[in-house]
């Protein structure tokens, strides 16, 4: 078995405070699966797009911008978009 590279360890580890997040932080008592769409599956508003964003900009010491914002749809989108930030800020 392939172990996964440095970025999927990161995404896996994005997902879950992703859901961590939504579950005690937004209430979100759905599933949460990368295919899911933030806005038409799990209804979020923008305030609740912004709590999400901010734990992750505090947990992983990244910065998400609002251009970033036009390219995530899903949550895998989200969770990749973190992986590949924090990827970025390494040596």
Do not use: W, Y
Not at 40 to 65: I, P, Q, W, Y
Not at 66 to 71: F, L, S, T
């Amino acid at each position: 078995m392939v172990s996964p590279g440095p970025e999927e360890a990161v995404r896996q580890q994005a997902l879950g405070e992703i859901r961590r997040i939504l579950g005690e932080e937004l209430a979100v008592a759905a599933a949460v699966e990368p295919g899911l769409a933030l806005v038409a599956d799990l209804h979020l508003d923008s305030m609740e797009l912004l709590t999400l964003a901010v734990g992750l900009e505090n947990r992983f010491r990244v910065k998400l911008n609002e251009a970033d914002g036009a390219g995530v749809k899903t949550v895998g989108d989200l969770a990749g978009l973190v992986a590949r930030r924090v990827q970025e800020t390494r040596p």
